[in-house]
């Protein structure tokens, strides 16, 4: 089967665009078992190159969701305390996917 990011079509950029959030999801669940965690601990623990990690850590700082520390990088309080926040939102990012893929499905396929 052929990737969809390996073909021209309608979801391409939105697969593209998901890699650098599954990255970052894998940060931030790699902090949540174990912080501070340097970049090299980081790399190792995801299998994710130091470069993607130093790249994706600078995008999690400027959201507020790490801050950086003399031993690593922590998630920081407020990001912890609207955890459930974060969760609801994927949530309702994958409900709209699922209204599309319905939608194209039945349009398509005419199968609900």
């Known amino acids: 089967m052929i990737s969809l990011t390996e073909k021209s079509g ?19 669940k790699t902090l949540m078992s174990e912080q501070p ?26 959201e507020g969701i790490v801050s950086p520390s003399s031993e690593g990088a922590m998630l920081t309080p407020e990001f912890i305390d609207r955890k459930e926040d974060v969760v609801n939102e994927a949530k309702q990012v994958l409900d709209e996917i699922e209204k599309l893929y319905n939608e194209l499905r039945l349009a398509l396929i005419g199968k609900k």
């Open 10 to 28: 309608l979801f391409k950029k939105l697969m593209i665009d998901m890699e650098p959030v599954k990255r970052h999801v894998k940060i931030i």
């Open 37 to 62: 965690s340097g970049i090299i601990k980081m790399s190792h623990a995801t299998g994710i190159p130091v470069h993607k990690i130093r790249y994706s850590l600078r995008i999690l700082e400027n």
